[in-house]
């Protein structure tokens, strides 16, 4: 099997790297430290802490973790890797002088040991679930403690992994610490191979992140400069096709009913930015851009679209607003960040693909804090029917704000255990 996944990665590698180049055509981010994919780059400074986190969604989530371990070890430098040019672009902006930020090379024999030759990391976390056997086997074979930090495992990876045999049982199983979101996932956990004894619960990192303290008053400031006398929702994370259709027909149905509504439209990856504005122009929709306009305040002086075409201010927004939708769950994805607008204290919508965080939808649908719509037109409905009634707003936001509280405290588990590791 081991011989059958080395066949496969040699393969795979050329042709991912010529959509990694090809893609950096429209998107020059793709090109930039491509060497550090094969492994290259300078040697580091020093035996870092290093966590990885694949894009941006673990990134936000790493972020607190980040910051405890500066704080508790200030004499060891981090490291933070990630895959995607999303995903180093916010590492960089989170992290700046706290830690350096490379690409985490593809799982090559050559290329993970040119990595882990350069880096030389005295611990590794890796968030979620990002299982890469020669990666691990290196780890093992260098004796560098690894964890895996809100481990999440879904039973159709597992039944996937289960069925690659021996492979995925030795990557989990020798000596990887596992600190899972769960109890379910720590038992698929097990049942791929996990030591019991170094299996532990300790929740969900997500719900540790803390807002920056001027969320509320840029948030304000946002509102005053867009929309000071009209009501606003946010369609956060969008992803073309069938989403951004169902979201451009919402809005349609929610200016009919609330004359002025402005939609603040979040395309997930900044690549597409200028696609989105196309496919607008074609629908025939006036909107203006974030990067292009500075007040556009009333209903009169703008279109009622405003095309979120920055980086790094999606919270923002949503703290601008009355009510969330998060996208790449209309879509097949498996959706995104729903904590973020709940955090803050909005109703949030979600379309029913939330594979990439089912404990957290299913907390929040629980609780009354987030809802469900199938399609366009549902959410076009709950959109308006919520700008109309400001106490269920308040009572979904409370919800939200409450289920985040009552389960944070996965950092300090999780702390608990690389003290053990670091000694």
Not at 79 to 87: D, K, Q, R
Not at 276 to 283: F, K, T
Not at 285 to 300: E, P, Y
Request: charged letters at 20%; aromatic letters at 8%; one cysteine or more.
């Amino acid at each position: 099997m081991r011989l059958i996944y080395l066949a496969a990665v040699y393969l795979a590698a050329p042709v991912i790297s010529v959509m990694l180049a090809a893609r950096g055509l429209r998107d020059r981010s793709y090109w930039r430290n491509f060497g550090e994919r094969f492994g290259l780059g300078s040697p580091f400074a020093g035996f870092p802490i290093w966590v990885h986190a694949v894009s941006v969604g673990e990134v936000q989530a790493a972020a607190t973790l980040v910051m405890a371990l500066r704080d508790r070890y200030p004499h060891i430098p981090v490291l933070v890797t990630t895959f995607t040019p999303t995903g180093a672009a916010r590492a960089r902006a989170l992290f700046r002088a706290t830690a350096e930020v490379r690409y985490l090379p593809f799982d090559l024999p050559g290329s993970v040991r040119r990595f882990l030759d350069r880096t030389r990391p005295r611990l590794a976390v890796i968030m979620e679930t990002e299982l890469w056997p020669n990666l691990y086997r290196q780890c093992r074979l260098r004796r560098i403690p690894l964890v895996i930090a809100s481990a999440r495992l879904s039973r159709r990876s597992t039944d996937r992994y289960r069925h690659l045999g021996a492979l995925f049982k030795e990557t989990v199983a020798g000596g990887v610490v596992v600190a899972a979101q769960g109890e379910g996932d720590a038992e698929r956990f097990r049942a791929l191979g996990a030591a019991a004894e170094r299996t532990h619960v300790t929740g969900n990192l997500k719900f540790d992140f803390t807002l920056p303290p001027d969320v509320e008053e840029r948030g304000k400031a946002l509102r005053g400069q867009y929309a000071s006398n009209r009501t606003v929702w946010v369609a956060g994370s969008t992803h073309g096709g069938v989403e951004e259709e169902a979201v451009l027909a919402a809005q349609r149905q929610v200016g009919a009913a609330h004359s002025g509504a402005l939609l603040v439209l979040a395309p997930r990856h900044p690549n597409r930015f200028a696609e989105v504005a196309s496919w607008l122009e074609r629908q025939g929709t006036a909107f203006t851009r974030r990067s292009q306009t500075s007040a556009v305040n009333s209903a009169t002086e703008a279109p009622n679209v405003l095309l979120l075409d920055t980086l790094g201010e999606l919270l923002y927004f949503y703290a601008a607003a009355d009510v969330a939708f998060v996208g790449g769950s209309l879509a097949p994805i498996g959706g995104h960040n729903l904590l973020e607008p709940a955090a803050l204290g909005l109703p949030v919508l979600t379309g029913p693909n939330n594979s990439n965080g089912e404990d957290v939808a299913r907390l929040l649908l629980d609780c009354g804090a987030a809802e469900i719509v199938r399609n366009g037109t549902q959410l076009g409905s709950r959109v308006a029917e919520l700008l109309s009634n400001r106490a269920l707003r308040m009572e979904m936001g409370s919800q939200g704000r409450a289920a985040i509280e009552r389960n944070r405290g996965a950092l300090e588990k999780l702390m608990t255990l690389i003290d053990s590791l670091l000694g």
